[in-house]
């Protein structure tokens, strides 16, 4: 028996919901992270600021699906991705590239849109450049705040453990091409 597809229509749909919901303004942001930062400042951890660039459109996508869903399921369920996303310093997709996230994300829960997200944040540029932080967890798009855990990572960040924070910053409907902007809170300790 053939398997229906969910239309890439409805996971567009989704992520546009998303985006009005998570994008906040730059003083909610900032009173929403002050008490990470400093959580994390007295930890004695690294604050890390950048934007994720999900392309999945146009000649050269970073991200493209490499499974498709196994069911009719409304959430996807089965769908993966694999990607190799700009970092960024700002928002604008041609702004300062700082880094790679290399790894996947696969649509792993029946009851809401929700990926388990594997990759590894590459620094090629600035003080981080040549280290790797490794992160894995659940990112659920339609949630304004996602948080992830640090895992490891290498050079700079070996035996790394913290968390990052995941906020969608844009969206666009058409095209499925996403910003993130990520916080990422590390240390070494």
Do not use: W
Not at 66 to 84: K, R, V, Y
Not at 133 to 143: E, S
């Amino acid at each position: 028996m053939a398997s229906k597809l969910v239309p890439n229509s409805f996971i567009l749909v989704s992520f546009f919901l998303c985006s009005l919901i998570s994008i906040p303004s730059t003083k909610a942001q900032l009173e929403t992270l002050a008490p990470d930062q400093a959580k994390a400042e007295a930890a004695g951890m690294t604050h890390i600021h950048f934007f994720f660039q999900d392309i999945l459109s146009g000649k050269n996508p970073t991200a493209i699906t490499i499974i498709q869903p196994a069911s009719s399921s409304m959430t996807s369920f089965g769908l993966m991705n694999m990607i190799d996303d700009k970092l960024t310093e700002g928002p604008d997709p041609s702004s300062k590239e700082v880094g790679r996230a290399q790894g996947l994300y696969a649509a792993s829960s029946l009851s809401e849109i929700g990926f388990m997200q594997a990759m590894n944040l590459v620094f090629t540029d600035g003080a981080y450049n040549g280290s790797v932080i490794t992160v894995l967890g659940r990112n659920a798009p339609l949630h304004a705040t996602r948080e992830m855990s640090i895992v490891g990572g290498t050079g700079q960040f070996q035996c790394a453990r913290g968390y990052a924070i995941a906020k969608t910053h844009t969206l666009d409907i058409t095209t499925g091409d996403a910003t993130v902007e990520y916080n990422v809170y590390v240390t070494t300790h």
